[in-house]
Structure formats: C-alpha cells, structure tokens
C-alpha cells in the first residue's frame, strides 16, 4: 500500500534555510536589522513541525492495520479559520522576539507567488480522526522560543551558507511545547530521531554542552539541521 502526505507551511526552531519566511526573520534580528517582507498580504498555511509529523505517525499506524483502506493522499494543514496573512506572522514573530520592525521588499524584485495557499484536510480529520491541536500564534511562540535560547550563541548562525540543509537533529528545547497525545490521538512525542551524517562526530549523552550550545556548535560549524 501506498500514501502521500502532504503539510503545510510548516515552523519551528532548528530552520536555518536561506529564502524561508522566520529563518529570514530571525537573521535580520540577530543582526538588529529591519526584516525585509515580499509579500505582506498573501496568506498561507503555517503550522507548527509536531502537527503534520503526528499526522504523519498517525496514518502509518492506520495503514499498518489497514493498508488498503488507508491508502491514498492526504493533507495535515491548519483549520483554514487560523490561516493569516505574511504581515501578521512577522508581527507575531517580533513581538515575541520582543523587538524588531519590518520593511516592504522591493517590489520590483519580487517574483510572482500565488496570494492564497490553503489544504482540505477534512479527509484527515473525519477518515484518521486528526487534526490540528496549535493555532499559528502558539506555533510561533514555540518556533521563536527555541531561537532565542541559543541568541547569545546564534550570531555565527545568521551567517550559514546559501544552501545549507535545513534540518535538525537536536531534542525539543525545555519549555517548547511537544504535542504527545492531544484530543484527537495525535501522537508526536519525541520527534529527534537524529541523523548523523558521516563523518560528522556524533554529539552523545555524556558532552558537557546544553542542547542550545549544541544546536549552535552545530550550525556554526555548517552541519545540517532538520527541522
């Protein structure tokens, strides 16, 4: 049996990725700069990593009891009433940072992007019994919380290389909200299985190092975060 899954624009710490909307945020931040915003009006998607990632888990279990009968497409989004626009999440994200301000990009510059991107994920939520458990503005309290844990260490990160791999293998910080059995039996509790590359020294239980001073390290030094 087969499925696809498909989420939506999803946040969270650990996202290093060059020409995505907090990672964006959050270098000029750290940098005190303004936060230089395309397109203030179009609206998408956002959700916070756990919510797809248990729908994920969810609908694995399912076809593990029943492959045919789960077997298809399916969409993990956030109830389209909880959707806002790309001016009002660098809103959130500022004042939970609790300073910064934002531009208006050059319009002249920007490329051509679709006003509204949306999910059905009613599927999900009447055929698995999903669906999502944060609004946008938990989500992003949760995402900006794990980034101004490791703020003293992060300067370094604001500069990663164009390209580098967005991902992370690192445990949720304390304080970051996991979502481990939520009302409608999500399931999404220790979401860290890490993925060590080669040749890249394993970071095990016995260092020394916090888990922010070893989400830093590792960004510092170029390693890939997922997210």
Known sequence: ALSSARAGNVLGGGDWQRDRLVPDCIRALLKNEPIKV???ESIRPWQYVLEPLGGYLLLGARMAAGPGKYSGAWNFGPEKS???????????????WGRGEWVQA?????????????????????????????????????????????????ISAASVPAGAAAM?????????????????????AAIGAARVQ??????TAASSRTGAEADAAAIGAGIPDFC
Do not use: C, F
Not at 198 to 203: E, L, R
């Open 38 to 40: 395309r397109n203030p």
């Open 168 to 188: 992370t293998a690192t445990p949720v910080p304390a304080g970051v909200a996991a979502m481990t059995a939520a009302p409608s039996g999500v399931g999404a």
């Open 198 to 203: 080669a040749g890249v020294a394993p970071m």
């Open 106 to 154: 050059d319009e002249k510059k920007n490329p051509h992007e679709a006003r509204l991107l949306s999910l059905d994920i009613s599927k999900a939520k009447s055929e698995l019994g999903w669906q999502p458990s944060l609004d946008v503005a938990e989500a992003v309290k949760n995402t900006v919380d794990w980034y101004k844990q490791i703020e003293p260490l992060a």
């Open 82 to 96: 909880t959707m806002v626009s790309v001016r009002r999440l660098v809103e959130l994200v500022i004042a939970n």
